[in-house]
Structure formats: C-alpha cells, structure tokens
C-alpha cells in the first residue's frame, strides 16, 4: 500500500460545479496535512494547510479525518482557472519528512 | 525574485556522466527539502537538511546521489554515474517554519 494514495481522476467537471477528493495516508502518526496545487509544467505551489477543526479558504475547504486517516478538498463554484492537479501532502509524526500523493487531475470546462 | 531558484533549469547527459544539480533557498529559510518529480507522479522526497546538517537523507535511492549545503543556504545535489531511470525534474524546496515554496525544478534528462 502507497503511503499517500489519491484517486488519479481525470475529475471533468462544468463551471460553477462542486468537486471533492479525498487523500488517504498510511501512517497514523502523521502530524501535519496539506494540499497543493501543481499547473502543468510548473512547481508544486501550497494551497492550503490542513487542520483537525477543518478549515475554509473562499472555496476551497479542507478537512481532516484522523480516524479514517483521509483528509478531503471540496471546490465550490469551480473555475476554469481551477483546472489543475491537486497532492495531498502529509508529514510523518515527529519530523518534517514530507509525502505526496500521486495527484488528482481537475478540468473544470465552460 | 525572493523565490526559490533552481540552476540549471534544463541538463541532458549520458548515461554514466556525473551531474550537479543547485538549489538556492529563499534567504534566511533554514530548512532545504530535495524532491524528484517523474511524469504523472507527485513529488518524491529525498532528502530535508535543517541548517547545514541532512536530517533525514532515507529517500535517496542509492549511494549514487548525494547532496551537500555547506553554508546552510545553496544546496547542490549530486549524482554519479547517471542511469536512464534518473531522469526526472528534481525540485528543491525551502521553509521556514513549516510552508514548503517550490523552486521551479531542474528537468534532468539521462540519454
């Protein structure tokens, strides 16, 4: 089992939709929870971090299941500027070793 | 820019050359991450320096990679007797405390 799993998608979706996706983590001591946004042919830039209370950025929330060791992204009203891959990123307990997830690919179309 | 630079950003050699990749850090960032990145993966950590010390190297494949920052500031990361399968973009990162900025990569290719 990968230590962070995302779906891989593609997700297709119109303007103005909801999308969710959701990111699996194997270690349970995992402290710290991320998720970035990747254009193509470009560096991973840091979209939101991820906390137990869960938390909101204008569309964009972000939630934290420790229990079921998932962490989630929900984009509201998407626009096409959102299309994007999106990796989870979780830092194993006690140190700052960081693990991606492979991505999920978003295209939002008009 | 203040941003994370990457040199050089494009490097093609042949298999079994030796390769230096460098990293220079947002200024004042102590902590230094080295990732590779291959198509349609997401970023693979290797190694995370913390000042001028490697904290924890266990994501470099083998002893064929190393990487150095003397000074606790520019990070080179090299490798030795390049393979085919080396090929990749190599991304730095630095933080500080704990937000990772991105350099824009060295794509790194192994004829």
């Known amino acids: 089992r990968k230590e962070v799993e995302q779906d891989p998608g593609p997700f297709n979706v119109p303007e103005g939709a909801t999308v969710a996706f959701n990111c699996t983590y194997s270690n349970s001591a995992s402290q710290s929870f991320f998720w970035y946004r990747q254009d193509c042919r470009k560096e991973p830039k840091l979209l939101m971090s991820?906390?137990?209370s869960g938390n909101e950025d204008g569309r964009f929330t972000a939630q934290l299941n420790r229990a079921s060791q998932y962490i989630s992204l929900l984009i509201r009203d998407s626009k096409l500027s959102d299309s994007a891959t999106y990796l989870c990123?979780?830092?194993?307990?006690?140190?700052?070793?960081?693990?991606f997830g492979a991505g999920t690919r978003l295209f939002v179309k008009a | 820019g203040a941003g994370v630079s990457q040199t050089p950003s494009n490097k093609v050699t042949e298999k079994g050359k030796y390769v230096e990749l460098r990293c220079d850090p947002i200024s004042g960032h102590t902590a230094l991450y080295w990732y590779r990145q291959s198509l349609g993966q997401g970023p693979e950590f290797l190694i995370y320096f913390q000042g001028t010390g490697a904290a924890d190297d266990s994501g470099l494949p083998n002893d064929r990679f190393f990487a150095v920052r003397p000074e606790g500031s520019v990070s080179t990361l090299k490798i030795q007797r390049t393979e085919r399968g080396d090929s990749a973009v190599y991304l730095c990162?630095?933080?500080?405390?704990?937000?990772?900025?991105f350099g824009p990569g060295t794509r790194l290719t192994v004829l």
């Open positions: 990123a979780v830092n194993e307990g006690g140190g700052f070793k960081t693990i």
């Open positions: 991820v906390y137990s």
């Open positions: 990162a630095s933080s500080a405390p704990s937000q990772q900025f």
